[in-house]
């Protein structure tokens, strides 16, 4: 049957060719000349394909990098501690006031966004805060640069802060940040220190009056979609030994986790590593798994 359709095509065609001939013999022009539908001929029978898809790209969560860039220089129109955006009538003010320590004393003010998620930026650090029922929040929030810039944001009104705090290279500062639910904690342990002992820094431990080590946890962890961050701070000739804790929970058993870690200090500037470790099964619930040889620049990874 195939030759058959094959022979009939090839005969059509045959005739349509000589009938075109006769025409254009006869004088006829192309332009008076009636087109003739040619039929179409397959070999095989024809076969619908789809175009080529691409795989979709596979999602990462991505933290705010820390970018050496960001100077304050860059951002007209500020004034010396705060600026401020308004949205819909509504003023929303960021004030970042200079404290010992190089500590900034931040308070966010947004009158229409009472109980409110705020979102905290600094040197590529996300917190999240929570406004209360007059819509102000407020937060001392160890620097990681002497021109120390902050971003808060809270119901689509965005207000930006800044201040200078002349100690900041007395100070050695680390920061861990992560989402809401894995179960990180970061340590540090003096030389000779053991877990547990004087020398052992955790947000556990009391904050001590002076300027020694400790450990201060950031971000308010029953907003929705919280990010934490812990930052340990101590004196520039600090030498002690970090390490990143989790605790493996009904919540985030067999999951992956991912998390920074952001390190300031006057030598090296600000460095970051990057951490991911799929924690294991749900039938290791109550194990804790340590972290170390956090080494900045380079991303610790662990199945």
């Keep these: ?106 308070r966010f003010v947004a009158p229409c966004a009472p109980e409110a998620r705020v979102t905290l930026r600094h040197q590529g650090l996300t917190v999240t805060l929570l406004t209360d029922a007059q819509g102000t929040a407020g937060v001392l929030f160890p620097a990681l640069s002497r021109e120390a810039v902050f971003m808060a944001e809270a119901a689509g009104a965005t207000a930006v802060a800044r201040t200078v705090l002349p100690d900041v290279a007395q100070w050695r500062r680390v920061a861990l940040q992560w989402r809401d639910g894995d179960g990180l904690s970061l340590h540090a342990l003096a030389p000779g220190a053991r877990h547990g002992s004087d020398g052992h820094i955790s947000r556990a431990t009391p904050v001590a009056a002076g ?47 991912l998390a920074e870690l952001v390190q300031a200090d006057a030598g090296r500037g600000l460095t970051s590593t990057d951490l991911e470790v799929t924690l294991p099964g749900c039938d290791a619930v109550g194990e804790l798994l340590v972290l170390q040889n956090l080494e900045p620049g380079r991303t610790l990874a662990a199945r």
């Design 1 to 106: 049957m195939a030759v058959l359709r094959f022979l009939a095509t090839a005969t059509a065609c045959a005739g349509a060719a000589f009938a075109i001939g006769h025409f254009m013999e006869s004088g006829v022009s192309r332009a008076s000349a009636t087109p003739v539908d040619l039929p179409q001929t397959f070999a095989d029978p024809p076969m619908l394909t789809a175009a080529a898809t691409e795989p979709a790209p596979v999602a990462t969560a991505v933290f705010d990098r820390p970018r050496l860039s960001r100077s304050p220089d860059r951002l007209p129109g500020l004034d010396t501690h705060a600026a401020a955006s308004a949205a819909d009538g509504c003023e929303s003010r960021l004030t970042a006031e200079p404290r010992p320590g190089a500590i900034a004393a931040l």
């Design 211 to 257: 300027f020694g080590p400790s450990m201060v946890a950031l971000g308010h962890p029953a907003v929705p979609e919280a990010r934490l961050a812990e930052i340990y701070s101590a004196p520039a000739q600090d030498e002690a030994v970090l390490s990143v804790e989790i605790d493996v929970t009904a919540r985030n058993c067999g999951a992956a986790v």
